[in-house]
């Protein structure tokens, strides 16, 4: 998405917790150390490149209503090579599930099959590919696991994990 936006992330700081930072061997799904409630985050003239680079969807898209605030939704939402990705506060973990997100994450990945775009909630290290019709629980998945999807047309049937280094 490249739609010019004047939105600020104000009180909202999510993303510094469900995003992994590899400089600050930050996980995914827990507090960066460096985040205060109402501070935001106490390094921000010398906060890590991959932190400047950040800024999730919601921020630079106007299509993504007042409601995908991440702060009130509790789902930051990124692009990936794949698709679209909806981190999920690990606090929250069922959000995505509630209305109006569920039917619209619905329909972005019906219209992804058709395009070859996935779907992913990301909860933590746990990934579940969600599809028109199916949800594929995938459990924890590890950085160097890959999703491979089975497809009939352009339907996705099923999923697996396999390790990187198979692919190559
Ligand atoms: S999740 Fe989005 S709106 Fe919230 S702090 Fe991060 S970039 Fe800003
Ligand atoms: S360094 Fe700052 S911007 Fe980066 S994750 Fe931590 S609190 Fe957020």
Known sequence: MNVASSRSCGECT????VMA???LTKPAGSWCTHCRSGQG???HAE???ECRAYSCLWLVDDRLGPHWKPSKSRLVLTTSEDGIEIRCDPGFPEAWRKEPYRSQIRQWAASGETHDVTVLIVIGERMILV???QEFDLGIVRP???IVRELEGTRCVGATLVEASELE
């Open 14 to 17: 999510l993303c510094c917790k």
């Open 21 to 23: 930072i590899e400089t």
């Open 41 to 43: 985050c106490l390094i």
């Open 47 to 49: 906060r890590p490149a």
């Open 131 to 133: 599809t028109e019709e």
């Open 144 to 146: 160097d696991q890959r």
